[in-house]
């Protein structure tokens, strides 16, 4: 299965904001509110920022949001801070037969 | 406190089989969709399979449909991925996670196991 297209890499300077996006199709992103974002820092598991499109985990920073437009789902990073510098995946539902789960490709966020 | 510690990884040859492990605490195992996810040395996370809380459901990527099973024990709380026809693809750290919102939403991982295929 075709994996979620994200841009490889995002940068911004501590206290910017910065968004990464998404992209996926009708079957995934755009046809179901099922997307979920996380972060990974190297050599640890992935955490769970944001799931179901908007929604933010217990005891995560509000300064991390997510939204939907069509088939491009987004997280933004308010305030960045240099604990946000890591690996990013979104992910999402997929209406094949028999349904599944795709995660995106992954943006490496750099703090400048 | 909210616990998955996956175990069972190891260096298997092309071909051979192996059965991953991962044990629950701190939560109502049996009330939860579990999973496992993949990343293959310095690549990306990809989902494996899925079980629905009961044992009822089960998904599988593509790629290892056939070739792996996912299983669940609710009275032992405990979860596991059946591995035969491993190839080098399959090469990973293997992790286990419960799904908070029965929707992909993933919010507790254990550590990984790593499973290397090579002859």
């Known amino acids: 299965q075709s994996a979620l297209t994200q841009p490889a890499s995002v940068s911004g300077s501590p206290g910017q904001s910065i968004t990464i996006s998404c992209t996926g199709t009708?079957?995934?992103?755009?046809?179901?509110?099922?997307v979920s974002w996380y972060q990974q820092h190297p050599g640890k598991a992935p955490k769970l920022l944001i799931y179901?499109?908007?929604n933010r985990p217990s005891g995560v920073s509000d300064r991390f949001s997510g939204s939907k437009s069509g088939n491009t789902a987004s997280l933004t990073i308010s305030g960045l801070q240099a604990e946000d510098e890591a690996d990013y995946y979104c992910?999402?539902?997929?209406?094949?037969?028999?349904?599944?789960?795709?995660f995106g490709t992954g943006t490496k966020v750099t703090v400048l | 406190e909210v616990q998955l510690v996956e175990s069972g990884g190891s260096l298997v040859q092309p071909g051979g089989s192996l059965r991953l492990s991962c044990g629950a605490s701190?939560?109502?195992?049996?009330?939860?969709?579990m999973n496992w996810v993949r990343q293959a040395p310095g690549k990306g996370l990809e989902w494996v399979a899925n079980?629905?809380?009961?044992?009822?459901?089960?998904s599988y990527v593509d790629s290892v449909r056939g070739r792996f099973t996912i299983s669940r024990d609710n009275a032992k709380n405990s979860l596991y991925l059946q591995m035969n026809s491993l190839s080098a693809e399959d090469t990973a750290l293997y992790y286990c996670?419960?799904?908070?919102?029965?929707?992909?939403?993933?919010?507790?991982w254990g550590q990984g196991t790593l499973v290397i295929v090579s002859s």
């Open positions: 996670a419960r799904d908070i919102s029965a929707s992909g939403g993933l919010d507790c």
């Open positions: 701190g939560f109502t195992f049996s009330t939860f969709w």
């Open positions: 079980i629905k809380y009961d044992g009822s459901a089960k």
């Open positions: 009708s079957s995934d992103v755009g046809g179901y509110n099922y």
């Open positions: 179901d499109v908007t």
């Open positions: 992910t999402s539902y997929r209406s094949t037969s028999p349904p599944l789960y795709v």
